[in-house]
Nanobody
Framework: QVQLVESGGGLVQAGGSLRLSCAAS????????MGWFRQVPGRERTFIAG????????RIADSVKGRFAISRDNAKNTMYLQMNSLKPEDTAVYYC?????????????????WGQGTQVTVSA
């Protein structure tokens, strides 16, 4: 089983940028389609972005389209989420996840491996 660890979260002002990383260990991340989700207290974990096993196909949620980008480097066993033009409503815990699917998966139930999350806080 692959283990996932997120990093790169923190506090940023509105309009700023952050890049989250998701480092995998235990098994090659190239065996998984990968994704990012986020969750705020009291609400469901929601899909943000997904990327196929080979990195050639991505899907981005409408709420962050044009501001966020997902990428991966299978040689480094790492996935990334570049977040630009951040807004206070982007404040959440961000989770990376792995799916046995080949193509980008958008449903939480498509994923069977999860990281522990990293907090992103955007101040007004």
């Amino acid at each position: 089983q692959v283990q996932l660890v997120e990093s790169g979260g923190g506090l940023v002002q509105a309009g700023g940028s952050l890049r989250l990383s998701c480092a995998a260990s235990g098994r090659p991340v190239s065996n998984y389609a990968m994704g990012w989700f986020r969750q705020v207290p009291g609400r469901e974990r929601t899909f943000i972005a997904g990327i196929s096993m080979n990195g050639r196909s991505t899907r981005i949620a409408d709420s962050v389209k044009g501001r966020f980008a997902i990428s991966r480097d299978n040689a480094k066993n790492t996935m990334y989420l570049q977040m630009n033009s951040l807004k206070p409503e982007d404040t959440a815990v961000y989770y990376c996840a792995g799916s046995p699917a080949v193509l980008p998966a958008t449903l939480r139930t498509d994923y069977n491996v999860w990281g522990q999350g990293t907090q992103v806080t955007v101040s007004a």
